[in-house]
Each structure stands twice: as C-alpha cells, then as structure tokens.
C-alpha cells in the first residue's frame, strides 16, 4: 500500500476512536446522574437524623390531652407543634394505590399483551399497538384531571363511597399509567418465545390455546413477571394523578374505599412549601430515599428475571 | 379425484386410529385396494400468497419405509413435508389446493380435524426444539395435551417412548431435570420421543441431523433404521450420504417440481433423468 493511503486511513482511525470515546461519554453520563441523584438525596436525608431520631419515621410518643397520657402516634404531621413524621401512613397510601393498579392492568395488559402477539392478525396490530403507546402519551396531569372530574363521580354514583377521592379512584387513573408498560414488556416477553417452540407444539396436535397456555405463556412468564413489577414500581413513583385523585388524607388504613397519601403525593404537596433546611425539609428527603429505594429495589429484581429469561430461552 | 369415481365406504377396512381424524360421523371415502400406499399425493400445488412453492406433484409414500426428499435449498421440499400435516396452516398466505390422501382420506377435506391430524403424522425439527421444561415434560406435553392425565399411564408412555428413541439410559436417572440442559443430539431425539409419544403412524423430519456432530448424526441414523418398523417415516435431507443410508425411496425436487422418484437404490446408481444424476454426483447444487 502506498504511503498516502496508510496517512489517511491512520486519520480515519483517530476520528472513529473520538466518536466511540464521545458514545461513551454519553453512555456514563446517565449512569453518573443517577449516582448523583442517588448521593444527593441520601445525603440531604442524612441531615434530618441530626435532629430527629430514625425511630420517628414509625411514630411517636405524644401526650394525648383528650385521654390524659401518653399515646403512640403514628401520623404525618410535620406543620404542627409537636411535628410528628410517621411514615406508616404514607406507605400503607403508596400501597394502597400502587397494589389495586398493578393488578387491574396486569389483568388487562397480559390480555392484551396475549392477544397482540398470538392472536391479532398483521393489520389490527398495526393499529391496536400504536393507540396504545398513544395512552402513554397523554399526561398524567390529563388522567388526573379526567379521575378527579369525571371517574370519582361516576365511582361514588355506581359503589356509593364515602369519600368522592379515595385510593380506588387513584389506581384506577395509576393503571392507566402502567397499563402500556405492562403490555409493551409483555408482548415483547411473548415474541421472543421462539417460533420452534409454537411450531414444536401445533406439530404434536396442540391447539392455539393449549400453546399458548402450555407453552408460550410458560416460557415468557419470567418477562411477564418482569413487567409486573416494573409496572409496579411506576405505580408507587406516579404522582400527579395520586395528588389529584386520592384525597391526600394520611391515613392508615386498608380500605380502599378510604382517602389516603402516597409518599409521591406528599413529597409533591409539601415540598414547595417548606423552609429549605428546615427538619420538614429534610423528612421529605427521608420519604423520597424511601420511595426510591423501593422502585430500585423493584427495578433490580426485574432485571434479574429478565436475564434469567434470555438464559433459558437461548437454545 | 376418487370422490367421483368408483368410490366405495369401507369403514371397517380402515384402522381405528385413522377414524378419529375425521371429525364427525361423516363416511370414510377410500379406495378400494388393499394395497394402498401410506400417503397417495395427487396434483398438489402449494402457494405463499401469489409465489407457487409446489407444481403439481403426485406421489405415493410407502407404509413402514423411509423415503428422502432431497433437492437444493428453496426446492419446495420442506414445504411438501410441511404440507403432509398440514403445518402449512400456520403460515399466513400458505394455501394448498390438490389431494393428499393418508390411507385413503383427503387431509384437505372440510371435515379433516387438524388437531387428529397432526398426532397421527408426527413431526420433528431441524432445530432441536425442546420446551424450556423437564425432560418427563417434554415428552408428556403431547399426551397431556390429549387429555392423558392419570400419572401411570403418563410415566408409562414416557418411559415407552424415550427407549423407542434411545435416549432412556442416558436420561433415566434425571427426567425431571431441565430438557436445555441436554446436548443438541440428545436434545433431537428427545424430540423424536416427543413425536413418538402420541402414538404416530407417518414421522415427518425435516433435516433432523443437518445441526449435529458425526456421531450423534449417526445415533440418529441408527434409530431412523429400527423406527422404520413401525413408522412411515419421510426425512428432508440436504445430505447425499444420508439419503442414500438411511431411505428406501428417494424423491428428487427442483423448483417446486417432482423431478423424480423412485427407490434409492435406482436414484443413487442409475437415474432416468440427466437432472437428478447432475445433483447427486455433485456437478449442481
């Protein structure tokens, strides 16, 4: 090769190893925010054990003026003269809410999920799909305003609940929200079963639905299950439709016909309002540490079902 | 073709398990002739929407024989085995039009029950394609999915059917373990144990070996060899050698056309047609 070649190509060489170091950059960039993110709100949340013990987070001892002693007092009351910062109530909410609505779209979007890979033809997939990531689209402030105005009353005219806003309510709108994640994770869990598998199956005389149940539901479960609980961990971090729809009362309770607060919710509600550097302050930090420990945890286990997934499926 | 012609009812005549492939009590239509060959093909034509994949082939398998189909790649003759149990359905745009006759029923027929159908004309793969569960269950998935639910019965045919495709020595003592965990020539005839456990007259392989190791092609081989006794088997193959040890008939496709047939023995030493010996000696394909 002549010599002007090897220059040129020796250039080529240089720009292409820029480009991959810049790719790369881009590629940590979201692993070092999170980190970031991660240190700052643990760090912030640190700051509120200077003043308050990790003890408070349950409840706490407080003289009862009605009952002439000491009760144990487990509520969320940071603007009040003894400020009490029970996270009881606020994950029992979160739960409230979060549970009811993995279940309603899981049952909804594995259905779905069923029917867009193994039973919808060509044409209405094409169509069906995209109305459905559309319903991602739409903000949760939108779902929220739509559950608060239209859903609520039409749930207490249809049940006759005592509170108009009330963790039903809320999930209902919070599964909404799940719902396309759910069935986009699943359908993509159902296609990836081989077609061998389908094709192994119809060639020993199994019907559609005896291969669906018995072997491609079967060998997608873990993705599915995977969709699950990253539905699930969307459902505990939703925030604008909870702080519209569930009435924002902290209570500790399992009826889900009662108003409750999520974590998400109070963080929202309360945060503009304090003193930066104030103990509130830093209890709001203390919940979002919470809140994101659980949908990192969520996260993690899903991953880890995923790979187990591609694992087995590799053939 | 034969609806037409001197068509006789000859119910009796026919064996139990065929009866149920036709769904209801509509009269069995066959031939007359005891020696009815095991799958009659008469003017088949097979299309994938408007690109004609088969061209009018007619041919007449042999029970308790193996017959080869070989032919270069896109040659039509993975469709034609596909057609036989109708797998063709599974494929949008695949339509078939002609006779398949498998002692003496139409497979196309409306009344055909696809699902009887296909447990009567087994299958196995060119993948190996076990299910992602045990062992045991991969051989009791077809049994199960005919409604075998008693569990003696279940380890029984199991047990049956892993030895009919000598596979029982190696796997006996961890039936209940992961079927992924095999190598891919046990893994194959695992597969062959799958078809084999509902009880099969036709087996249909599709290239069975064309993925696996000399020896665990030749374990293959060997049990293709004694299946033969009691199956009619039909094997794709792209393997010359392979064609010529382990079938008796031979069927040479090219471009969707049935070039030739006739036994092996003939088609490997003396072909009617220049085609065929071009193939077979290599000088094509």
């Known amino acids: 090769m002549p010599t002007k070649q090897s220059l040129t190509q020796k250039n080529i060489r240089l720009s292409e190893r820029a480009i991959e170091k810049i790719l790369l950059l881009a590629g940590i960039s979201s692993v070092v925010l999170i980190g970031l993110i991660f240190i700052f709100l643990f760090k912030e949340a640190v700051f509120f054990f200077q003043t308050a013990s990790p003890f408070d987070l349950i409840g706490k001892w407080v003289y009862d003026e009605w009952a002439s002693k000491n009760i144990f007092n487990m509520m969320w009351q940071a603007v009040s003269k003894i400020p009490k910062y029970s996270l009881v109530p606020l994950i029992c909410g979160s739960f409230l809410v979060a549970f009811p609505a993995t279940l309603i779209s899981a049952v909804i979007g594995i259905g779905c999920a069923i029917y867009l890979s ?85 060639a020993l005389g199994a019907t559609k639905w005896q291969t669906i149940f018995g072997t491609v539901l079967p060998a997608a479960i873990s993705g599915i299950s995977a969709a699950v609980i990253l539905g699930f961990g969307r459902a505990l971090g939703e925030t604008m439709i909870v702080v519209m729809a569930t009435g924002n009362a902290a209570l500790i309770t399992l009826n889900i016909f009662s108003s409750v607060r999520t974590m998400t919710a109070n963080i929202a509600a309360e945060l503009g309002a304090v003193a930066q550097g104030s103990e509130h302050y830093y209890a709001l930090f203390v919940v979002g540490s919470v809140l994101f420990a659980f949908t990192f945890i969520l996260n993690i286990f899903s991953e880890i079902i995923l790979s187990g997934m591609r694992r087995k499926l590799r053939m | 073709m034969d609806e037409q012609n001197n068509v006789e009812m000859l119910e009796e005549r026919v064996s139990p398990s065929l009866k149920k492939i036709v769904k209801e009590k509509e009269p069995l239509v066959t031939h007359q002739t005891d020696l009815l060959p095991k799958i009659n093909v008469q003017n088949l034509n097979v299309y994938y929407h408007t690109t004609q994949a088969l061209k009018q082939i007619e041919i007449q398998i042999k029970p308790q024989r193996v017959t080869a189909l070989i032919g270069p790649s896109g040659c039509g003759k993975s469709t034609f085995l596909r057609t036989l149990n109708r797998m063709n359905d599974t494929i949008s745009g695949a339509r078939a039009e002609g006779t398949v006759m498998i002692d003496g029923v139409n497979i196309f027929a409306p009344n055909i029950n696809v699902v009887a159908l296909r447990r009567l004309v087994g299958m196995v793969f060119q993948k190996s394609n076990p299910f992602p569960k045990s062992i045991f269950d991969n051989v009791a998935y077809g049994l199960r999915v005919h409604g075998i639910k008693d569990s003696n019965n279940l380890q029984e045919r199991v047990e049956e059917s892993l030895i009919k495709s000598a596979l029982w020595e190696e796997v006996k003592d961890r039936l209940h373990e992961s079927a992924m965990a095999l190598s891919g020539g046990q893994q194959q005839r695992l597969c062959i144990a799958r078809a084999l456990a509902v009880n099969p007259e036709i087996v249909l392989m599709d290239e069975p070996a064309s993925a696996l190791d000399p020896i665990s092609t030749a374990k293959i081989e060997e049990l293709i060899h004694v299946l033969k006794r009691d199956y009619t088997i039909v094997i794709v193959t792209h393997n010359m ?45």
């Open chain 1, 118 to 202: 193994e039973i919808a033809s060509n044409k209405t997939r094409e169509t069906l799909k995209p109305t459905l990531e559309l319903l991602a689209g739409i903000p949760s402030v939108v779902l929220g305003f739509f559950m608060l105005a239209v859903v609520a009353t039409v749930v207490q005219n249809l049940l006759g609940t005592k509170f108009r806003l009330n963790a039903f309510v809320g999930s209902l709108g919070t599964a909404l929200c799940v719902l396309p994640i759910i069935i986009t994770i699943s359908e993509d869990a159902l296609r990836a079963v081989p077609k061998e598998l389908r094709d192994a199956s119809y």
């Open chain 2, 241 to 285: 050698q392979q064609a010529a040890r382990v079938s008796d008939w031979t069927a040479y496709f090219y471009m969707g056309s049935l070039v030739e047939y006739g036994e092996t023995k003939k088609i490997f030493t003396a072909p009617d047609k220049k085609e065929t010996e071009d193939y077979i000696t290599g000088r094509f394909g």
